[in-house]
């Protein structure tokens, strides 16, 4: 019904930087919020980052001051800025989203994209 695709990762060096995004399409009838989420190797998938429809965000410890999630209601995507880039933020990420699709208003869907892959080494 609905589908996330996500793009933007790839191999930066620690203090990089890389932008994310994730298009939402499909037949959506409105997306509250959205947010990024990441896994590593042998950890539990975390979340990084939420942002509402209104645009209220927050944000795991780990990434404060360094990631900014942004959205664009317009075009059905949210975005993670993540600058200052460490090892240890090595992982997939994955984009989320709380959808109501088209002649359905009432129950709310949880989305998920593929997952792209964000390598921090030198």
């Known amino acids: 019904q609905v589908q996330l695709v996500e793009s933007g990762g790839g191999l930066v060096q620690p203090g990089g930087s890389l932008r994310l995004s994730c298009a939402a399409s499909?037949?959506?009838?409105?997306?509250?919020?959205m947010a990024w989420y990441r896994q590593a190797p042998g950890k539990e998938r975390e979340l990084v980052a939420r942002?509402?429809?209104?645009?209220?965000?927050d944000y795991a410890d780990s990434v404060k001051g360094r990631f900014t999630i942004s959205r664009d209601n317009a075009k059905n995507t949210v975005y993670l800025q993540m600058n200052s880039l460490k090892p240890e933020d090595t992982a997939v990420y994955y984009c989320?989203?709380?959808?109501?699709?088209?002649?359905?208003?009432?129950?709310?869907?949880?989305?998920w994209g593929q997952g792209t892959q964000v390598t921090v080494s030198s």
């Open positions: 989320n989203a709380l959808v109501r699709i088209e002649g359905d208003s009432i129950n709310v869907y949880t989305s």
């Open positions: 499909g037949r959506i009838f409105s997306i509250g919020a």
């Open positions: 942002i509402t429809s209104g645009g209220s965000t």
